[in-house]
């Protein structure tokens, strides 16, 4: 199927051009005039959309972020640090990219009306085909804002078009995304459509996309409708040790059965389609890609609820005391000493336990994983799965039913109706699966915590390395803080310390892992629009300060 999927995605591009020069379609060739006949034909053009959903790449954009740092220098780190400009190759693929498969979305559009099927499976296609290009279409204003809106296919002559303001896009998505949940099942599919889209993908991304764009009584409104369809549920194996992280090993795969919390995913096959993340997250002999940051670390809150500068819980000595009496998603997050993992040594070291980490490595000798901040992943790292090059057959998580709980309590508070009882069901909902001291209003008010900020801090800790904390950041207008350095661990706390003594550190000992960052708010909250884009279309104009 995958191998049809991307066969039908080079197929789609060519019978979706313009075949008005020919009088007659060739009778050995597939074009719109012979394409679009008959219920094969039509299930493989939607098939062949969902190759534009973002797999692994969604957790690299994590890299944009201040949650974990990319240890050399690539382009999503440069979009982080500031360090970027129009001409960069990853600003013009990610508009190339996600314009194919709104393209691709446009033609199925235009002709899926021609199959000889039942209108009920050409409607419920057409449904899925407009929540794939509603999530192109979403990151497209993420990154950009004003950007062309194309809903039909193109010809040559009509590929110059301006840029549409945001709001109206904005208010198309939603309205054709509520047109996709009315002709999409509500059950979560399984068997042989496993991983398509359903009425909870559509009113799941219209409440993102609204709560995104502040329209928070559609967001309300939305996620509302996904809580009360009774169909999705928090993965749960029965230990609030496990459930978390379980979620992001071969257990919480779709296919597995057991996980009704996922929404949409990029699902991965076994010797089909299969990607690195897990080798990349814990790579034994080099350095680890993604470096948890000790702003993500200092913002998991205590186990009693209040953060570490709050609590009397926190008193860190050793680097084995900053994971004592956290919010259980910390260790189910990121590493922690006596924990299994496959960053492993060789065990060539007298008394060493390679399957055990123990202490952060600072310096290169392809004998284990190598950190720039002292910290390591354990989400989304497979052990088995380290070991191997891509062999990694974890599903990719890009909306989970734990984000509209999140959505629904975020877009509460903005419209100033939000009770404990709404955090009951929904924040507290997400704490309990992992046995996390339940968040109170009252208790907040006592400590003289900020609930808005307090929503904010559970959606990073909730989210984390699921490509999303870049857009928070953005819309909730604190970007700046992409401009500071990337911090780590502190050297003091460290058994080993002289193996990180000739590194940088700040005045308190902290690593500096990342330094040279800026973030410019006249310009930095809106992509450029990419180079190539602007040589090709004059209509196009270049957003503010590039």
């Given amino acids: 199927m995958i191998k049809k999927i991307f066969f039908l995605t080079f197929i789609f591009l060519c019978v979706s051009c313009n075949d008005d020069f020919l009088e ?6 597939l074009t719109n005039a012979n394409f679009w006949e008959n219920e094969e034909q039509l299930i493989l053009a939607a098939n062949a959309l969902y190759a534009n959903v973002k797999a692994k790449n969604t957790v690299d954009m994590e890299n944009m972020g201040d949650n974990t740092l990319w240890p050399s220098s690539t382009q999503y780190q440069q979009i982080g640090s500031g360090n970027y400009g129009p001409d960069q190759n990853t600003i013009n693929t990610e508009w190339t990219t996600q314009y194919r498969g709104v393209r691709q979305a446009n033609a199925f559009l235009e002709n899926y009306h021609k199959a000889n099927v039942s209108s009920e499976l050409a409607e419920r296609l057409a449904g899925e085909v407009r929540v794939v290009r509603a999530l192109m279409y979403s990151y497209l204003i993420n990154f950009w804002g004003d950007v062309p809106l194309v809903t039909q296919t193109l010809t040559i002559d009509e590929l110059m078009v301006g840029r549409t303001p945001k709001e109206q896009i904005v208010d198309f998505l939603l309205e054709d995304l509520e047109v996709a949940a009315e002709a999409l099942p509500t059950e979560i599919p399984t068997g042989e459509n496993l991983g398509r889209m359903n009425r909870g993908a559509a009113l799941a991304l219209k409440a993102r996309i609204a709560l995104y764009n502040e329209r928070y009584d559609i967001a309300e409104d939305a996620a509302r409708r996904v809580m009360e369809m009774g169909v999705y549920e928090l993965f749960d194996i029965g230990n609030p040790n496990e459930n978390y992280n379980a979620l992001f090993t071969d257990r919480g795969k779709l296919a597995a059965g057991d996980n009704r919390e996922t929404i949409i995913a990029r699902l991965a096959l076994s010797d089909v389609a299969m990607h690195n993340l897990s080798r990349e997250i814990q790579v034994p002999d080099q350095v680890i890609r993604w470096n948890p940051t000790k702003s993500l670390i200092d913002d998991y809150l ?37 924990s299994t993992w496959g960053g492993r040594y060789d065990g060539r070291v007298e008394n060493d336990n390679p399957s055990i980490f123990e202490v952060p490595k600072f310096q290169s000798d392809r004998r284990g994983a190598v950190t720039l901040t002292g910290y390591y992943f354990t989400k989304y790292a497979d052990v088995d799965a380290v070991a191997t090059y891509n062999r990694d057959d974890n599903d990719i998580h890009l909306l989970r039913y734990a984000e509209v709980l999140l959505t629904y309590a975020e877009a509460k508070f903005e419209q100033g109706t939000l009770s404990q009882e709404d955090i009951d069901n929904s924040i507290n909902l997400l704490r309990a699966r992992v046995g996390m001291t339940p968040m109170s209003i009252r208790a907040l008010e006592q400590n003289g915590l900020n609930l808005g900020e307090e929503i904010h801090r559970e959606r990073r800790i909730e989210l984390a390395l699921e490509g999303q904390r870049y857009f928070d950041l953005k819309r909730w207008k604190i970007a700046e803080v992409l401009g500071n350095d990337v911090k780590g661990t502190n050297i003091h706390w460290l058994p080993n310390a002289e193996a990180a003594a000739n590194l940088r550190t700040d005045s308190e000992g902290f690593l500096i892992a990342h330094t040279g960052r800026t973030f410019d708010p006249e310009r930095h909250y809106l992509w450029p629009i990419p180079l190539p884009q602007l040589e090709r279309n004059p209509d196009l104009v270049q957003n503010p300060g590039w």
């Fill in 302 to 338: 205590m186990i009693d609820g209040l953060p570490i500068d709050k609590s009397p819980l926190y008193h860190v000595n050793f680097y084995e005391d900053v994971f004592e009496n956290r919010d259980p998603r910390m260790t189910q997050t990121i590493l922690e000493p006596g």
């Fill in 24 to 29: 007659r379609p060739p009778q050995d060739q």
